[in-house]
Each structure stands twice: as C-alpha cells, then as structure tokens.
C-alpha cells in the first residue's frame, strides 16, 4: 500500500478514484503544526539563537495526526502531494518531519489541476521537498508572529484593538486613508451645457472660436452663455475611426476576486471557497473531476497544451476569423508565476453541459473561469467611432460620438458592459442645421469613491500588499476585528479601524508603508530564489521592528474606557464597556481586583400558542438563526424537534462500519442531482465518506 497525503478531504476523494486500490489517499486538514505560544513574548521563537522556531501539532489535530502515523507506518512509500505553492510546501515538509520522513528522498508531487492526467503525470515525474519555498514561509510566519503578537498584544491593552499585522493593517490603512479623503472633501458646483439637434441628437458644448471652455461654474454663467448662442450650425467635422478593444487576459486569484464581486456581488471569501470547490473536484455523473486549474496565482500564463485546444475549440465553434494571438499577456507587477492562470481543466466540460451537476453559485463562478479563458485567446472587438462637432454661426463648438459594432471578436463568448450609443444619422461636413432645444445641466464635482472589495482587492495587487492566497482572508479578517463594514456594497472603516490605524501610524510608521509591505514581498521570493538568506532578513526587520516596539510600549497612553454611569454592585467602583473577541459586555473598572460582569439581559422567549412538541410535549419557543427565524422545541438539546421537518427521514444505517474508526456507516441522500454516499456516524469527529455504486444502490 502507498499513502498519498493531500490537504483536504474533497481532494482526497477525487484523487483516490484516479489512483486504485494500490494507493491511500488521506488529508491532514491543512497545516497539522505551528509555532507554539511558549517562550520569551509567546511567540515560539528563540531570536538569541537565530530565530530558532518551537513548532507544535495544531490545536484539533490529533486525531488526524495519529491518523496519518498510524497509515504512514502499514505503508510501503508515503508520497505528500499538498497544494502547488509555498503554504503547500511548509504543510508537506511539516508532514514529513511529523511522520518521520527522510527530506532527501520522500516524493513530492506537484499539479496544478485535479484530473486523471495530471495527477498521473506528477506520479511519473515526482520532486523532492523545495526548502528554499520552506524557509521562505517559515521566515514569514515568523515575521508575521513578532510583528502580530507585539503589535496586537499592545493595542489590545491600549486602546482595545483585538489585532494587527504585516498585511491586514496596511489594508486597513488604505481603507482608512481613503474614508478620509471622502471626509475632506468639500463638492464643487459646476454646469454643463447640451442642445439638442434633429433627430434627438444631443451634443455638449466643448468649446468658443476652437478654445476649450473651462468648468462653468455659476448658473449666472451658463444663463449668459445659453443666450449668446445662436441657433443656425453647421457641421464643422466629421471624424472616423476604428477602434480595437483586445481580449484580456486569462483570470489570476486577483482578477476572479474582482470580476466575481462586480459581476455578481460575491464576497472575496465566497469566490474563495467557491474556486476551491470548483479545483478539488465535482461528481459530474459516475466521475469526479477537477474543473479548474490552481486557484491561487497571480500569473496569466497559459500551458502550450490548453492554447493549442482553445484554438481548435475556437476555429470549430466560431470560424478562423475569431482566432486571435497566441502570445498571452504578459503578468505585471510582484508576481511569483509558479502556476498558469485560472482556466478549465477540459473545454469539453462546458458549463451548459454540466449545470445540473452544480450550485447557482459553482455555474456562475465556472461560467466565468471558463468563457474567460477562452475568449483571452479570441480576435479583437472592433467598433467604429465616430466624432461629430457642430459649430454655430458665432462660435459656440458642439460635439457627439457614436459607436458602431464592425466585429463582435472575443465578446462573442465573453460578454463587456460597455455604453451603446450610436448616432441615429450620419453627418456630412458643412451641413447646415438648426439647434432645436438648449439646456444646462448642473453638476458637483465627485470625490473619491469608497473601496468596494474589488477594488481593495486591485489595490491589494497593484501594490503588492500579501499574496493571492491571503486577499480573501486578510478583508475577512479585517469584518471579523469589526475594523470594517460593508454598505450597499462598499467598505466602509469603523471608528475603532480608524483608530487602530492612527496609533499604528504614530508608532509604526515605517511598517505602515505599502512599499514596506511590498518590498518585504520581494524579500521573501528572493529567498525562494536563493538571493537572499533567511537570517539576513530576519535580523534586519528585528533590528529596525523593536526600536519602534520598545517607543510604542513606553509612548502609547492607554484610552479610558467608557464608562456606563453605573456602579459596581460588588466594590462600588464605575462599571465600564469592554471588548472581547465575543462583542462587548460590561464589567467592573476595578479589575482585577474585582472581576464583576454584569449579566446581559435576556430576551423575552416568544412561545407557539395552541401547538406543543409533538415529539416530548414541551412549548415550541421562537429561535433565530442565519436563515431566518423558526420554532423549535423548548426542551433542546433533549429534544431536537424543529416544526416544519416532520418530513424529513432519518438517515438509514447501513451494516457496514466504518474502516477509519468502526462505527456504524449511515445512508445519507445526495442532493442536487449527487447520488446517494456513505457517511460516518461518528462525524464530525471522523469524517469518512464513501459513494454508493448503481450496484449498492439496488441492493440497499
């Protein structure tokens, strides 16, 4: 027997069905160690002796842990096959130190797709563990613990703040800043002047004898300036042009994030955890596949392979005129370009093809991936622009354009919100004609917009603040600390994130800095590529972070907290509003002398009149929850009764055990068109899962 080990249990059920009975595929649930909280400042690494780190199995982990001892043991190879980027480095090299492993020959296998092929081809070409990627995640990691337990620690005690760090409080910075730029901005007035010629053309004024008119800004002004023109035009020119709107390219972690959001208003986190999905595997009929490449880059690059079948794709479903350059962009900016793009796995996968099979949310998402890759290699848009200025009899310049589609090109698979506006008439130079209505249009200048998690996301990458596989937790973090909220699709900083920022500004300056944030991004790939050393760069932000630390702990006032106008019951001292990870509560202000919490009030119960339980004949009570409010029984957790699932079945207990911790496996019902599996009873502790075959199905 040969133990794959991978990172999730999804994975582990696709890639197993490719591999046979030879091998066992097991997950280790993602990072199985970390530092431990022991030690000089908790933060589990012995800076006197060059930064040496203190790793611990992960809190939760045992049991997958003496899980995967337990199979490495009976195995014959242990072959770690965890995700094709520097986390995924760390995870297998943690695996190979936790189970015994010789660094210098277990196998390490390395795709960028789950499907049959390329999990077939890494078995055939398999590499060793890359510990430059390993030093480089475990110099950031502990970069990230000194500057986040130090940091974090101090504003808690200061100002009640539950966090910072390297990547999240730039973001919050950028968010803030802005928020502040919105906050200054005083609107200006100004006016625009349009006219209406025949047919419903509508023009504006541009300019006076070929001057550009500067913003009109009075109503007094644009009156004077409505009766000065004169009514009689004619057409001074006529301007024509071609325009080429090219494709863009493939999507990177960053771009997905955007569009998603834009296009269907998904949170970063759900685009996340949908791609993932959307990359471990789908049952697609009797199959599982992956239906996208790695989700996590931040390279449009294109395998040779998918260019070459994309194009036949292309010339058989649209014609050689929608063929476009085979040469893909170029990625710009911090890039690592270990992967390609986010594309399908298969073109023969189509969307259409394999809805039933998905969520509303999945199709959308893979729609998009899908078309997206396609359309990056597809022809040019082309439209024709055309520019018509009408000049009156004493000067006044008026212009229009219209636009005119020639070639649909790549939009044909891949749809662009653009402004249509073509002109209802064509114009010919030195025609004459006679302006029918004028009007002015008032106006006030806009200041900047509020970041939405697009264009956070966006800034994130054009500055080089974290990496693609960090944009989606870092904002969901930043909810979570309740340092920003979301309103009608914008982010909004909270006066606690503001004041985060500000004392991290006074004391942090230096790593406040994008560029900072960015350049130590740039240090981290030079240790993967050997041009930097790990100690090197460790001591230098040391050297320069405790400096500021040691100022901050003596400089930073700690803020008085609110005080409620109550008196203790219990010492008489003020009550006081503090904070917790759980929301805020009241409590003494003489802790820790007194460590009085006053009770919060509970809600009055709301009780179903007329209807009892009908399973243990105790009140059905008004409860709430994410999907909404429901009644339920009285009596929970004794009795689970909930009204509107009295039809819902339990599930059948089959007679088989379970083969990872022998107890009884259940039947469970598929849903969306999945047949019917095999579930552990134990779960969640055991998490074992198993499809019925067609066979199993009949007999059961």
Not at 276 to 292: S, V
Request: charged fraction near 30%.
């Amino acid at each position: 027997m040969k133990l794959v080990i991978v990172e999730s249990p999804t994975k582990c059920h696709t890639i197993q069905k490719y591999l046979g009975d030879e091998y066992v595929v097991l997950a280790s649930l993602g990072h199985i160690r970390d530092l431990s909280i022991t030690g000089k400042g908790g933060l589990g690494v012995d800076i006197e002796h060059e930064f040496k780190p203190t790793y611990v199995n992960s809190k939760g982990k045992e049991n997958v842990i003496k899980e995967l001892v337990k199979n490495a043991k009976k195995a014959d190879e242990v072959i770690l096959a965890t995700d094709p980027d520097r986390e995924g480095e760390a995870i297998s090299w943690h695996l190979a130190e936790v189970l015994k492993l010789p660094i210098d020959k277990t196998k390490r296998l390395e795709f960028h797709e789950i499907t049959k092929p390329a999990v077939q081809k890494a078995l055939q070409n398999p590499r060793l563990i890359d510990m430059s990627l390993v030093q480089s995640q475990e110099t950031r990691r502990i970069i990230d613990r000194i500057m986040g337990f130090q940091m974090s620690s101090l504003l808690k005690r200061r100002i009640g703040s539950l966090s910072a760090g390297r990547v999240q409080s730039v973001t919050l910075k950028l968010i803030t800043d802005r928020e502040k730029e919105i906050q200054a901005f005083v609107p200006r007035e100004y006016y625009t002047i349009h006219g209406i010629f025949k047919d419903d053309v509508k023009a504006t004024l541009d300019s006076l004898n070929f001057v550009k008119i500067d913003q009109i800004k009075t109503s007094e002004e644009a009156d004077k300036i409505l009766n000065d023109i004169s009514k009689d035009f004619e057409v001074y020119e006529v301007t024509i042009r071609n325009r080429r709107t090219e494709a863009k390219p493939a999507f990177t972690t960053s771009t997905l994030q955007q569009e998603a959001n834009v296009r269907y208003k998904f949170s970063t986190k759900k685009t996340a955890s949908v791609a993932q999905k959307l990359y471990e595997g789908i049952d697609i009929g009797n199959e599982t596949r992956g239906l996208i490449t790695y989700m996590r880059t931040d390279s449009v690059r294109l395998s040779p392979e998918f260019i070459d079948n994309a194009r036949e794709f292309i010339l058989k479903n649209y014609g050689e005129e929608y063929l476009g350059s085979t040469d893909t962009k170029k990625s710009k900016g911090l890039i690592q370009d270990a992967h390609e793009a986010i594309r399908p796995t298969s073109l023969d996968l189509e969307p259409k093809k394999i809805k039933q099979y998905l969520t509303d949310d999945q199709y959308k998402l893979y729609s998009l991936i899908y078309k997206r890759a396609i359309a990056s290699l597809m022809a040019p848009k082309l439209d024709e622009v055309t520019i018509v200025k009408f000049v009156s009899t004493n000067g006044y310049i008026f212009k229009t354009d219209g636009v005119r589609a020639l070639f649909d090109g790549f939009s044909k698979i891949y749809e662009v919100e653009e402004e249509s506006k073509s002109l209802s008439q064509s114009f010919k130079k030195g025609d004459k004609l006679t302006i029918s209505s004028l009007r002015k249009e008032q106006h006030f200048t806009q200041g900047p917009s509020r970041f939405t998690e697009a264009k956070i996301v966006k800034s994130m990458e054009e500055l080089g603040i974290g990496r693609p596989s960090t944009y989606a937790s870092t904002i969901a973090i930043l909810y979570e600390r309740k340092y920003i909220v979301s309103e009608k699709g914008t982010i909004i900083p909270t006066e606690q994130g503001i004041e985060t920022v500000d004392k991290l500004n006074e004391f942090f300056k230096p790593f406040m800095d994008v560029t900072y944030t960015a350049r130590m991004e740039q240090n981290l790939d030079n240790i993967v590529e050997g041009n930097d050393s790990r100690l090197g760069l460790l001591n230098s932000f040391y050297n320069e972070f405790e400096k500021y630390y040691e100022a901050a702990v003596k400089g930073m006032e700690k803020k008085a907290p609110v005080q409620t106008g109550e008196m203790c019951p219990t010492c008489g001292a003020p009550l006081v509003i503090k904070k917790s990870k759980y929301g805020e509560f009241v409590a003494c202000s003489n802790y820790p002398e007194c460590n009085y919490v006053k009770p919060k009030e509970k809600k009055e119960v709301e009780i179903l009149e007329d209807q009892l339980c009908p399973k243990c004949g105790k009140p059905l009570v008004k409860r709430t929850s994410k999907k909404g409010d429901f009644y339920a029984c009285s009596g929970y957790p004794s009795c689970r009764y909930i009204l509107g699932n009295e039809e819902k079945k339990e599930d059948e207990v089959s007679d088989r055990l379970c083969p990872k911790c022998g107890k009884p496996l259940l039947i469970k019902k598929g849903k969306r068109g999945h047949g019917d599996f095999y579930a552990c009873s134990g779960f969640p502790k055991c998490r074992f899962i198993e499809s019925l075959n067609p066979k199993e199905k009949m007999e059961k």
